[in-house]
């Protein structure tokens, strides 16, 4: 182990943090032409960008908060981001019950009418109407007694894999990427910065950049600090948690719950066999890479489900809890749940440029990584046009929406079961023939560790996605890890083990 270079090249722009805002910059910046670096402490989407609700929504409840321009901005975001990963991105219906002590039925109409016309209707996002839960079969669902309600738009996504495909597009648009690499050291001059990088196996690179971004999320202060900076006044981090349970029922809608203390909780499809429910908003404090959902919120989730639903939810059905930080703008509100999802870029230019990324949603992520570059390029005297909302759709989207890549998947793969096809349609879109090469057996894919996974899309894992621990294929490139017992867990491992060994 030692130092690995000085690396005299000029980059123009250094990304500090792998979640979904430094991803975006990234590949914005690098479709510009920029050279570019990104750099993550520990595998990409490993924090605040795995632990979301999985959606990709204007947020119905940021209405009752006044954030008009939040919502359209986010509304318009849905439709570009289905277009960019239609096999990743699922437009769902959503289903409102109305319960007349919490919320008045002409509030909810009112809101959803606002709703539908802030965002772009169409055929993936048909507008909002009122539902008669005694005669549609969601209604089954709900506890009797609930006999109106609503049903509106929106999308559910793999937040861990648009990550990666961020990433993964940004590196094949030239960036390099650098996972389990801590930025140690940022020494600002005039018209460059020095930074200072340590990977996972101790040795130290240095490099060049004409401008760095601050992508860190909830480390955005100590970054700053390590540049020797004053830390960005205004973050409010904000704790939410996530449960998810057996499937609840069979059809493909999700659900809004209203709750007495005036938060929402959803209630969504997950992976095919489970449920997942969510969210919390408790304001945090500790270390946000230490972050674990407490019993009382599991409690919480539980009852706010029980609340609504015919089959009561208890903490012991949980199979899986996943907590994450919110690195949220301070605003007037005391109640976390109300704290504005809205971002802010803050460009220091007074010598080499640093652009800061505070607050910010996983819809809006690819306008903020626009704006940020912009202002990037007129601080760097670049002028390279915008190109993300209308170019190429993200690695694996050029086929369209799952079913599309399953049904030629079919035809070119015979011999493989409709099954596992249409897993790694969802996972890989039209890159799933990457995965499976010229198998024309399952004889042929290596290796079975169990749930359809074979050694042949690991190794592609490996080589193509940085996976290097059994966390990042169970729980981000895949969520594998509900459906592995402790002996297939062991096998992999052991696999995986030897395959990022021989990559070394």
């Given amino acids: ?158 937040d861990a894999r648009l990550v990666l495909l961020n990433a993964l597009d940004a590196h094949e648009r030239g960036a390099r990427i650098h996972v389990r690499t801590r930025c140690e050291q940022l020494i600002r001059h005039r018209d460059h910065w020095w930074a200072v990088l340590r990977h996972a196996d101790g040795s130290v690179q240095r490099l060049r950049a004409r401008a760095v971004v601050n992508a860190t999320g909830p480390w955005a202060g100590n970054l700053l600090e390590r540049a020797g900076m004053d830390a960005p006044i205004g973050l409010r981090l904000v704790q ?139 601080a760097l005297g670049r002028a390279e046009p915008a190109w993300t909302a209308d170019g190429a759709p993200l690695p694996g989207g050029d086929l369209g929406a799952a079913p599309v890549v399953l049904a030629k998947l079919q035809a070119q793969y015979p011999g493989l079961s409709e099954t596992l096809l249409a897993t790694l349609a969802r996972r890989y879109g039209s890159r799933a023939s990457a995965v499976l090469g010229d198998a024309t057996s399952t004889v042929q894919l290596g290796t079975a560790f169990g749930a359809d996974l074979y050694a042949r899309e690991v190794d592609y894992l490996v080589a193509h996605e940085w996976v290097r621990t059994l966390d990042d294929l169970l729980w981000r490139r895949t969520k594998l890890g509900l459906r592995l017992d402790a002996a297939q867990r062991e096998g992999l491992a052991q696999y995986l083990a030897q395959r990022v060994a021989a990559m070394a």
Wanted: aromatic share 8%; net charge neutral.
């Fill in 1 to 158: 182990m030692g130092d690995t270079g000085t690396g005299q090249d000029l980059l123009d722009v250094l990304v500090v943090g792998g979640g979904i805002n430094g991803a975006g910059i990234a590949r914005d910046a690098a479709g510009r032409g920029w050279s570019v670096s990104l750099c993550e402490q520990d595998d990409l989407a490993s924090h605040t960008s795995s632990a979301s609700t999985k959606l990709i929504h204007g947020g119905l409840r940021y209405l009752q908060y006044g954030e008009f321009g939040l919502v359209r901005k986010a509304l318009r975001e849905r439709s570009v981001l289905q277009r960019l990963a239609p096999h990743l991105v699922v437009p769902t219906r959503f289903v409102l019950p109305h319960a007349a002590h919490l919320r008045p039925g002409w509030m909810l109409h009112a809101g959803l009418w606002l709703y539908d016309h802030l965002g772009h209707a169409g055929s993936a996002f048909p507008r909002s109407r009122r539902l008669d839960l005694r005669s549609d079969p969601r209604g089954a669902v709900l506890q009797p007694g609930f006999r109106t309600g609503f049903t509106y738009s929106d999308a559910r996504v793999d």
């Fill in 240 to 378: 939410g948690s996530h449960i998810v349970v057996p499937r609840l029922y069979g059809h493909d809608s999700a659900y809004l719950l209203q709750q007495p203390d005036q938060r929402i909780v959803f209630v969504l499809p997950f992976e095919q066999d489970f449920t997942l429910i969510g969210t919390t908003d408790v304001d945090y404090d500790g270390d946000p890479a230490q972050v674990r959902a407490a019993s009382t919120e599991v409690a919480y989730l539980c009852a706010a489900a029980s609340r609504w639903l015919r089959t009561p939810v208890q903490p012991a059905d949980v199979v899986w809890q996943y907590s994450g930080v919110r690195p949220l703008l301070a605003d007037h509100h005391h109640d976390a749940a109300k704290v504005t999802r809205d971002y802010r870029l803050q460009l220091d230019a007074s010598q080499a440029p640093l652009l800061s990324v505070l607050g910010g949603k996983l819809t809006t992520y690819r306008t903020l990584a626009e704006e940020a570059v912009d202002q990037l390029g007129a």
